[in-house]
């Protein structure tokens, strides 16, 4: 079985790349898939934290790709659960009520890939973290593999972006995270991605209504990418990411929608979110 590898991508920091990595995967999970999540922000490598496996951790991306472990030992597999209830899809869909599996592969912070002329860089090439990738994909049975990259030009990117079937360019709604996007689309257009879809973070609709914030249609139109989805501001989703909180609320049903758009379904861009669906056309200017 052939995996399908998404890279998860911005030129800027603090968008949500690694948030949306996870809401994704989790997302995939909900439907019964096996992912793959590879950690390639060799400058703030952070998943292991998010997922509560810090202390789990015996092996890296770097030591597989320089030789000084394996991918095997690499792996990290994460507890999922089934949903106790049932959730209806829409239209019809079948429920989702089976989880799938969830694998990490985890990055060291710094070194190798981060810093040119750390010791073993010359190691640490495009070709050997694809193969990484693409071992541990086959080693994890991964249907899909989600991968993280950091903000701004680095190794990361171009190795992501030479395995990558689609890339997901994250912006926030602010100006300076949209022009961003811009950027980031047409690196990653240079790169030779073919598929390149819009992830708006943490939409503003109150700031749309208030003239505050630019619109949805204008938000797309200034990446130059078409939209994967939209993640509605959602404070809970930070508080589940450090424990405080159980999984649940608007983004984990927006991260849905984009897992099932991923997988061939035509979702409508706020199903399931009555509060955004409420104000229909005033925030799609």
């Not at 994250?170 to 022009?179: D, I, K, T």
């Not at 200034?222 to 959602?234: F, T």
């Amino acid at each position: 079985m052939k995996s399908k590898f998404i890279m998860i991508a911005s030129s800027k920091g603090g968008v949500g790349k690694s948030t949306a990595a996870l809401g994704i995967a989790r997302g995939l999970c909900r439907m019964g898939k096996r992912v793959l999540v590879a950690d390639l922000d060799f400058g703030n490598a952070c998943l292991d934290i998010l997922l509560g496996v810090q202390d789990s951790i015996i092996c890296t991306l770097q030591d597989a790709v320089t030789g000084k472990g394996s991918v095997a030992d690499a792996l990290v597999k994460i507890p999922v659960t089934a949903e106790k209830k049932k959730r209806r899809g829409a239209r019809g869909k079948k429920p989702f009520s089976e989880a799938g599996e969830l694998w990490l592969l985890p990055s060291s912070v710094g070194g190798a890939g981060c810093v040119a002329g750390f010791e073993g860089e010359s190691a640490f090439t495009d070709d050997g973290v694809c193969s990484a990738l693409t071992e541990a994909a086959e080693a994890a049975d991964a249907e899909y593999v989600i991968i993280d990259t950091g903000a701004g030009v680095n190794s990361a990117v171009g190795a992501a972006a030479a395995i990558a079937d689609t890339a997901l360019v994250v912006s926030g709604h602010m100006p300076v995270a949209l022009r961003s996007a811009q950027t980031t689309v047409a690196r990653l257009s240079s790169y030779g991605v073919g598929d390149i879809r819009l992830l708006i973070n943490s939409f503003d609709a109150s700031g749309v209504i208030d003239d505050r914030r630019k619109g949805l249609f204008s938000v797309i139109d200034e990446s130059g990418a078409a939209l994967a989805g939209v993640i509605p501001y959602d404070y809970g989703l930070l508080l589940t990411h450090e424990g405080i909180a159980s999984p649940g609320g608007e983004a984990e049903g927006a991260f849905l929608n984009i897992a099932r758009r991923l997988c061939g379904e035509s979702v409508p861009v706020f199903e399931g979110i009555k509060r955004i669906r409420k104000l229909k056309k005033k925030i799609y200017q």
